[in-house]
C-alpha cells in the first residue's frame, strides 16, 4: 500500500509537470542534451528538491514511501517533456536495487542521498548480449574483486556509485563499485539517441564491496520497476506525440485545406489514438500490479514491456510521415522522440523477449 | 470515513441483498423460479424487474434502483454465478436503454414494462442506398391523424423475423436538409405491412434480413424523442450498440466459455505452441486483447470519477484486429485441417466461421473506417469529412 494518496500524486506530479515546463523548455532540452554530461545538475537538484528522487525509497531511509504508481505518472510526464537525466538508472533501479537487498548499512548509507539528489548510483547489469537477464552478466567476482565488463551503461560518467551484476558461482551478486578505482575503466560509445550517455566498463581486478542481499532476482525486480516506470515515458512520450501531430494537423494546409481534413491522415490518427491509449493503460496497470503485488503483475510488466515499446516506436515513426519534409529537419524536435523511443523499446530488454514472457505467463495461467 | 470506505460498504450490502434475493427466488439447480419445475421466462422476468435488477443503474421510477455500474456489476455477478437471466439489461437492451434515455414519460409508460419483459427488437436502420450514410434514408412515415403510415426497404436487419418491435429510422420531413427530417420510431413488427424475407451470410447463418415495408402503420405516440428529432435519438441509439460490440463478448452461439484463449488450445492441439515465430504472433493477439480490456476498466474508473470517458468510443475499432486477427491466426496454425468444415473438426470449423463473422465488428454498426472518422474527429478534433449533401433539402440529393 502506497504511503501516497491519489491527491497527493496528482500534486506531485502537478509540481513536476510545471517544473519541467519552466526549466526544461525545448531550447534547454536540446542545450542540455548536447552537454557533455546530457543533463543539467541544477535541474536534477530541484527535482530532489521536489522529492521525485524520494518516491522510491523507504520512509526510514528518508523516502517517501511510494509505489510504481506515482513513479510510472512522473515518467509519463517525463516522457512528454524528453526529461531524460538519470531519472530512471538512479531514481528506480539504482534504489529499487538497494531498497529491495537485506544490506541496511548500504541503504543507510546511500539512499537518502540519492533520493536528495547528492549522490547517483547507476546500474550496470548487462554485458555486451545486452540481454539484462543473469545470462548476459559479463563481469565475474572473485572474493570482492571484480572483473569483465559491462554494456550499454547510462550515465556511467556521472556516476558516484556503480552498482555492478557479477557472477558468483552459479549465481549473480551485486556489488558496489566506486568509479574512480584502479581497474575500472569507462569508454564512452557512442549512440544513436542524443539523450543517452552510453559507456562500456572495463573492470581488471577492481576492488569493490558486496551487497548482502541482492541476489538474481532482486536484481531482476529492480528492473522490473525500471521497465514499468520506462512504460511511464513510452506512454506519456506517445500521448505527447499524438498531440503535437493533431495540433500540426490541424494548421498545416495543402490544397486550400488543413491536412487534418484528409481522411489518410485522420484514419492514421485514430489508430495511433488506439495505441496510445492502451499503452496507457499497459503502463498504469503495470504499475499498480506491482504495487499491489497481484498475481499478474509478471504478465502485466511483460505486456508494458512490448505493448508500450512498440506503440512508441510506432507513433513516432508514423507521426513523421504525417508531418512530412519538417520531420526530417533536426530543427523540429519530433525526430528527438523518435529517437528515444528506438532506443527504449532496446533497453531493458527487447519486445520479442517480453513477448515471449508474456506468453509463458499465459501458459502457465491457462 | 472516507469515500472509498462507503463505497465498499454500500458494495457488499448490494452483494448480500442480490444473493439473499436470489436465495430465495431462483432455484439454481432447476434453472427455474423457486418451487417451481420449469422456466416460465416471463415470470421471471417480471421479478427480476420489479425487484430493480432488471435495469439496476435506472431511477427508481423506471424499474431501477440508482446503483452505481460498479454496483451493477455485483448484480451482474450474482447473478451469473447461479445462471440466472434478466440482469444487466440497461446495458444490453438497446430498445429499452434508448427509450429510457431518449423518449417521453408517456412513451416510458407505454413501452418499458414489457421490453424488459424479453421482448425482442430489431434496427431498421440501413437500406440499400444508405448504409454509413444513415443520414440518407429514403423510407418514409407520412402523419394520418394520430398515426404514420410507412412505406421503403430495410436492408441487413439483424433478427427482423423474430422480433417484436422493430426501432425505425423514417425520414418525416424531405424539405430540409438530411439531419434534421427524420423520425425514430417504435414501429410494431408483426402486422400486414411489414414483409420480411432472410439473407443468406457468409457465416452459413441467415439471422439478417429484408424488410420491405408497404403501408406500415406506427402509432404517433410511438416516436421516439422529437418529430423530425431522429438523427439525435439514433445517436444514442448507435452509441450503445458500439459500446456493447467494443467489449467483445463471443459471436458464436453454443461454445462453452474457456479458461484458455483459443488461439493457445489450437497452438497446443496443433503443435505450433512451440515455434518462436508462431508465439510472437499470438502473443500479439493476446495482448490486444488484453489492451482492450484494460482500455475498459481504464474507461470504467474515469467515468466513476468524471462523468464520461473517450475511451469508450475506441473499443469497437480494437475489437475489430482482435476477432479478425485471432480468426485469421488460427486458421494459419490448422494449416490443410483449416479446409475442412464439419463436427469432427470443430477447432477448423470454429475458425472458418470466425473468420466470416469478424466482419460483424467491422462493419456492422458503423464500419471501422466510420469509425475512424467518429474518432479523429469527436476525440481528437480533426476538421469534419466534407459532405456534399449536408446543408441541401434532402429531396434534391443524388443516392446510387
Ligand atoms: C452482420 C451484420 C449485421 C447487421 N445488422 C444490422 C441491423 O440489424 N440493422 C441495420 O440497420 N443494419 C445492420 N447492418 C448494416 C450495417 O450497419 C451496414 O452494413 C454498415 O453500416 C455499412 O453500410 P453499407 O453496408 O451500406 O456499406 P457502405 O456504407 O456502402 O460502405 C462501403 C465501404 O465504403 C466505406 N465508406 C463509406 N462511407 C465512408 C466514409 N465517409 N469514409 C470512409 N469510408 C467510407 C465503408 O467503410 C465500406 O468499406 C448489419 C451489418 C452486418 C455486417
Redesign the interface.
Known sequence: MSAISPEDRAAMRESFARLLASDHTEARMRATTASPAGFDRSLWGKVGEMGLLAVLVAEENGGLGAGMREMGELFEEAGKALYTAPLLESAVIATSLLALSADAEARARLLSAMAAGETIAIPALTGDSGTWDAAGVAVEAAGDLLSGHAAYVNHAASADVLLVAAREGAGVALYEVAPATDGVTLTPQPANDPSLRLSRINFEGAAARRIEGADAAVIRAALDRGRVAQAGEQAGGSRHV?DMT?AY??GRYQFG??I??Y?AL??M???L??EV??A???A??AAAAMDDGSADAVQLVS?AG??CADAYVEVTAQAIQMHGGIAYTTEYPLHLYWRRARSLAQMLGSS?AF??Q??GE??K?? | MTGAATQATATNDVEREVRAWLAANWDADKRCEKGTDKLDAKGWLTRVRDAGYAVPTWSPEWFGRDFSSAEARLVDKAFREVRAPGTGQDRSNLGAVTVYKQGSDELKAAHLPGMLLGMRGCLLYSEPSAGSDLAGVRTRAERNGDEFVVNGQKIWTSSAREADYGMLLARTDWDVPKHSGLTFFILPMRQPGVEIRPLNQITGESEFNEVFLTDARVPAANIVGREHGGWQVLQTALAYERLIMGEGASQRGGTKVS???EV?AVARKTGR?GD?AM??R???Q??WR???E??M??AKEEIRAQGSSS?MS?GK??MSRIQHGEARLRSEMLGAEGLLDDAAHPEARDANFDSAKAYMNSIGGGTD?I???I???R????????EADRTIPFRDVKSG
Open positions: 499524438l493533431v494537423m490541424l485545406r488543413p487534418g481534413s481522411q485522420k484514419h490518427a485514430a489508430d489514438l488506439v491509449e492502451s496507457l493503460s499497459a498504469r496497470h505486456l512490448f505493448a520479442g513477448c515471449e508474456y506468453l499465459w501458459e495461467a491457462a | 479458461r484458455v484463449p493457445i505452441i518462436p508465439r510472437q499470438i502473443a500479439q493476446l495482448a488484453q489492451l482492450n484494460l482500455n476498466r481504464r475511451l475506441l475499432l480494437a473506417q469509425q475512424r472518422n474518432i479523429s474527429e476525440i481528437l478534433g480533426l476538421p469534419r469529412e466534407q
